[in-house]
């Protein structure tokens, strides 16, 4: 029983796995070679270690008010908060649906699958084929390649401080993220299915809507939903810009040093990150269930 038990481990860590595995360590070390890391640096100074702990106190002791005299006509502290994470979902929840709306069509585009039809690919297909899935494969990867902060900052100086210049900063890279893994998903569909439906006649389309989308469906809305629980923290990230998100309120009081306020908008960050993900959880076990 033992060596049955060690067989699979062995198999698991032989071969291609052990030598990748290796070359992760290799590179990771040879990477802290390279920046001349030195533990010692890490060592914090009286004025530090003092820092740390009124920061860290306020995780205990987090803002229901104010912490100092806000101007004249402000609206109650949690009001407020409570309109920064509504921006921020309100972001996240157009950004990430613009990103699914490019994603989807270009994930289909560059996927080897989509371009086979019901008796093979034809010379054409083949031409198209060739033509378009790598230009589409490239495009996704430039646009996942640039940070939603290096998007935000680029649309801050083309078209001003506008919704628009959020929303576009989450849509560009999560659309080269989606449509990613939408190739991927459709791709890695069985060839039996496929082929079965190729065999009674079907079309492209009818291939494409009949047998690839139910079954990269579960998966791919999974992911979704992943994706816009990610998108709430892209969204909150671009109140450091400027975008009336939770990161600017954040920003302005961790700048003031008002720690309590900081850690109630970590607090209401949290909490939108649990909702979306129990949210997530029962869909993908409806899912499962019905699938």
């Not at 067989?7 to 802290?32: H, K, M, Q, Y």
Request: charged fraction near 15%; hydrophobic fraction near 50%; aromatic fraction near 10%.
């Amino acid at each position: 029983m033992a060596a049955e038990l060690r067989s699979p481990v062995r198999s698991a860590l032989g071969g291609t796995r052990r030598w990748a595995v290796l070359g992760i360590l290799g590179a990771g070390l040879t990477a802290i070679w390279l920046l001349d890391l030195h533990w010692t640096e890490l060592g914090t100074t009286d004025g530090g270690i003092a820092l740390s702990k009124r920061f860290l106190s306020g995780a205990l002791h987090p803002a229901w008010t104010y912490e100092r005299p806000p101007p004249e006509g402000s609206p109650l502290f949690l009001a407020k908060i409570a309109g920064a994470a509504w921006e921020t979902l309100r972001f996240a929840l157009v950004g990430v649906s613009l990103a699914i709306a490019l994603g989807l069509p270009l994930g289909a585009l560059a996927s080897s699958t989509f371009w086979e039809g019901s008796s093979g690919t034809t010379p054409l297909t083949r031409a198209l084929k060739k033509a378009i899935v790598p230009v589409v494969r490239g495009g996704m990867a430039l646009v996942r390649s640039i940070h939603e902060l290096l998007w935000a900052v680029f649309f801050l100086a083309a078209i001003g401080l506008n919704p628009f210049t959020a929303v576009f900063a989450i849509a560009l890279p999560y659309a080269g993220i989606i449509g990613k893994i939408f190739a991927e998903l459709i791709d890695e569909v069985p060839s039996g299915v496929i082929d079965s439906y190729r065999g009674l006649g079907a079309s492209r389309e009818q291939v494409f809507f009949l047998a690839l989308i139910p079954r990269t469906l579960p998966d791919l809305i999974a992911y979704l939903m992943y994706r816009l629980e990610t998108g709430i923290r892209s969204s909150a990230v671009m109140g450091f810009l400027g975008i009336p998100t939770l990161g600017n309120f954040l920003r302005l009081s961790f700048e003031n040093a008002q720690y309590r306020e900081v850690w109630t908008c970590l607090y209401v960050m949290l909490g939108l990150c649990i909702i979306f993900d129990l949210w997530s959880g029962s869909v993908r076990k409806h899912l499962v269930v019905r699938n």
